[in-house]
């Protein structure tokens, strides 16, 4: 049987008023008494409805995640994961919301003002146009971008975003050192309007090259429709070219980890043929042995989700636009020319 608010504020040793903020305006209680109430709440089995939570602080109780990506990718799930950490604990409900083009992009903006069903937005790793985030502020709602290419100009509230400049850098970098000079980049085409923020690796990997004097070869990965890398093609694309690059540089784990075994499926030693780097430092590239750049998306949508609790509650982030640093993490799958 569920038990009273009265139950569980003598449980706890505090007031029913202490009780109630502590589901409605955390903000008012303490960390330590909030914990406390919230496990006496657990155990007695009580829950404060949520509609009248909702009623008395006049906010949704729900955050509206705008993604790209299949949720099954790696980085999606693991953002996903990284919010529910947060805000579940903070009695917020996740709305997950995949765009796949700037019409449905404008649609969501377009439609959340006049439905008023959620207390921010929180954009994936996608661009925003200046005029969909004043569309929010003109109704107090927060939008925070995680890996959000110029957030600050495009009127984000607050962001969190990995140096993707710098991890490209770390990456043509070293392959240069390692001697390579005949190098494939590997990424992908959505064939979406939509602007992400994985373009500003394969820039930045590209400039870095050139001033180098090095020209890499461009390898377009197909996805399908389901979200699925189409690794054969690009497996054929590289022994189609006049002579096959000694290195390969992936835009994600998503497409090195496959080509690594589509590589020495037909022939080809990793790395004494052909070096191979990733970008994410993901599921199975410790097994694999796959060089990479590592990033924490679980982490990023931590801060992310944290900073989306302050701004809904009026307080102002210490940093309201923070750039995380990437790292090399050298494994087997590259060598020396």
Same mark, same amino acid.
């Given at each position: 049987?569920?038990?009273?608010?009265?139950?569980?504020?003598?449980?706890?040793?505090?007031?029913?008023?202490?009780?109630?903020?502590?589901?409605?305006? $955390?903000?008012?209680?303490?960390?330590?008494?909030?914990?406390?109430?919230?496990?006496?709440?657990?155990?007695?089995?009580?829950?404060?409805?949520? !509609?009248?939570?909702?009623?008395?602080?006049?906010?949704?109780? /729900?955050?509206?995640?705008?993604?790209?990506?299949?949720?099954?990718?790696?980085?999606?799930?693991?953002?996903?994961?990284?919010?529910?950490?947060?805000?579940?604990?903070?009695?917020?409900?996740?709305?997950?919301?995949?765009? !796949?083009?700037?019409?449905?992009?404008?649609?969501?903006?377009?439609?959340?003002?006049?439905? /008023?069903?959620?207390?921010?937005?929180?954009?994936?790793?996608?661009?925003?146009?200046?005029?969909? %985030?004043?569309?929010?502020?003109?109704?107090?709602?927060?939008?925070?971008?995680?890996?959000?290419?110029?957030?600050?100009?495009?009127?984000?509230?607050?962001?969190?975003?990995?140096?993707?400049?710098?991890?490209?850098?770390?990456?043509?970098?070293?392959?240069?050192?390692?001697?390579?000079?005949?190098?494939?980049?590997?990424?992908?085409?959505?064939?979406?309007?939509?602007?992400?923020?994985?373009?500003?690796?394969?820039?930045?990997?590209?400039?870095?090259? /050139?001033?180098?004097?090095?020209?890499?070869?461009?390898?377009?990965?197909?996805?399908?429709?389901?979200?699925?890398?189409?690794?054969?093609?690009?497996? %054929?694309?590289?022994?189609?070219?006049?002579?096959?690059?000694?290195?390969?540089?992936?835009?994600?784990?998503?497409?090195?980890? $496959?080509?690594?075994?589509?590589?020495?499926?037909?022939?080809?030693?990793?790395?004494?043929?052909?070096?191979?780097?990733?970008?994410?430092?993901?599921?199975?590239?410790?097994?694999?042995?796959?060089?990479?750049?590592?990033?924490?998306?679980?982490?990023?949508?931590?801060?992310?989700?944290?900073?989306?609790?302050?701004?809904?509650?009026?307080?102002?982030?210490?940093?309201?636009?923070?750039?995380?640093?990437?790292?090399?993490?050298?494994?087997?799958?590259?060598?020396?020319?």
């Amino acid at each position: 049987m569920n038990s009273s608010i009265q139950d569980v504020a003598k449980a706890a040793g505090v007031s029913i008023s202490t009780v109630s903020r502590s589901f409605t305006r $955390p903000d008012l209680v303490s960390a330590k008494t909030r914990e406390r109430v919230l496990r006496f709440a657990d155990e007695l089995n009580f829950s404060l409805s949520r !509609s009248a939570a909702a009623l008395k602080s006049g906010r949704s109780l /729900r955050i509206a995640v705008l993604m790209s990506g299949h949720i099954r990718m790696w980085f999606t799930a693991s953002v996903i994961e990284g919010l529910n950490d947060v805000l579940h604990a903070e009695g917020y409900d996740i709305s997950i919301f995949q765009i !796949s083009s700037i019409e449905e992009r404008r649609e969501f903006f377009e439609m959340l003002p006049v439905r /008023r069903n959620a207390d921010a937005v929180i954009v994936v790793s996608f661009d925003i146009d200046a005029t969909e %985030t004043a569309q929010l502020t003109s109704i107090d709602v927060p939008i925070i971008g995680i890996n959000s290419a110029d957030s600050e100009q495009h009127g984000f509230a607050a962001s969190v975003t990995i140096d993707d400049a710098q991890g490209a850098t770390l990456a043509a970098r070293h392959l240069l050192t390692l001697g390579h000079r005949d190098i494939a980049y590997i990424t992908t085409n959505r064939d979406v309007s939509l602007s992400f923020s994985v373009r500003g690796r394969f820039d930045r990997f590209m400039d870095y090259c /050139r001033r180098n004097g090095v020209e890499p070869r461009a390898i377009e990965c197909q996805v399908d429709e389901d979200g699925h890398y189409e690794i054969g093609n690009v497996v %054929t694309q590289l022994m189609s070219l006049p002579t096959m690059p000694t290195a390969i540089a992936c835009q994600e784990d998503g497409i090195a980890l $496959p080509l690594i075994f589509q590589l020495e499926r037909n022939g080809f030693a990793v790395p004494g043929d052909v070096s191979v780097i990733g970008y994410d430092d993901s599921f199975y590239a410790d097994d694999i042995g796959l060089t990479t750049i590592r990033q924490d998306p679980v982490e990023t949508a931590h801060i992310a989700a944290r900073m989306a609790l302050d701004l809904i509650h009026d307080r102002t982030p210490n940093d309201r636009f923070r750039t995380l640093s990437a790292q090399l993490v050298v494994r087997s799958s590259t060598g020396r020319r």
